[in-house]
């Protein structure tokens, strides 16, 4: 009888000695925070950053042809492309405002956030699936938020950014199952950093206690903890910053 053989595949998902290339879009508070955790934990990493004003790279996730570009850059000068977290996300700005109310749900908010919040982490998977290698262990994680949870919703208000985040969760599950047989070692996961001190946070704190207001250093490390514990076998999960399973 003819024995099979199978090659011993590595599936190790701390990514401390991996080699290849990182990746954080986003490099705002929690972003910045996170690569710079990442190259210290990870030195083998070559770690990028890309935003529309901060990183070394420029990315708008709203604009097509920004994203179109940067998979041709990815394709080009990350190989092989290791880790990816999105950082980027959008709460308020100008008009943007969370709802308190049914009367102040709008359309233009609603697609603002949805732009950003929902479409930028699935087109960016999209435009830098050819980047990823198949036999070797990925993360592709996405910071979501708790209160993206339709079913820990007690609160309400929030609208367009809660429903925003739920729909980010959805489409990475629903990548998350695409990968299992496309890329069978990636590992996709959508995150809560906790309440954290950035930009995005600051006009929202004032109720939250200072023992639950991490740094961004703090959620950054915390982060990369949970990360490091996940393998393809956990793909498609959204938990916290504890590791913690949030639900959808
Ligand atoms: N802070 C919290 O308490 C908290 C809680 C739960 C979840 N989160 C989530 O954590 C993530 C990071 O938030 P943060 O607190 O670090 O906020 P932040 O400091 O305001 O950073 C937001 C980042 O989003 C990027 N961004 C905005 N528009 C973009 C676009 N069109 N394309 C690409 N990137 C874009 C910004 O890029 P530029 O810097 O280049 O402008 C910035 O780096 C967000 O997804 C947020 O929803 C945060």
Known sequence: MRHL???????????????????????????????????????????HTAGPHRGTWRLDLCDDTS???????????????????????????????????????????????????????????RVLEPAFPRDLPVHFASLSARVGSIGDNQLGGWYAYRAAKAAQNQLLRTLAVEWRRRLPQACVTALHPGTTATALSEPFRSSVPPAGLFSAERAARQLLEVLATRSAAQSGSFVAWDGQPIPW
């Open 5 to 47: 053989r199978f090659k011993a595949v590595p599936t190790d998902p701390d990514f401390s000695q991996w080699q290849g290339h990182a990746l954080v879009v986003g490099a705002g508070g929690i972003g910045g925070a996170l690569a710079e955790a990442l190259t210290l934990q990870a030195p083998e990493l070559v770690v």
């Open 67 to 125: 994203l179109e570009a940067f998979g041709t850059l990815a394709l080009e000068r990350f190989r092989p492309l290791r880790l990816v977290i999105c950082a980027a996300g959008l709460l308020h700005d100008g008009d943007l405002q969370p709802e308190k109310r049914l009367r102040q749900v709008n359309r233009s908010a609603l697609r603002q956030s949805f732009e950003l919040n929902a479409f930028g982490p699935i087109l960016l998977a």
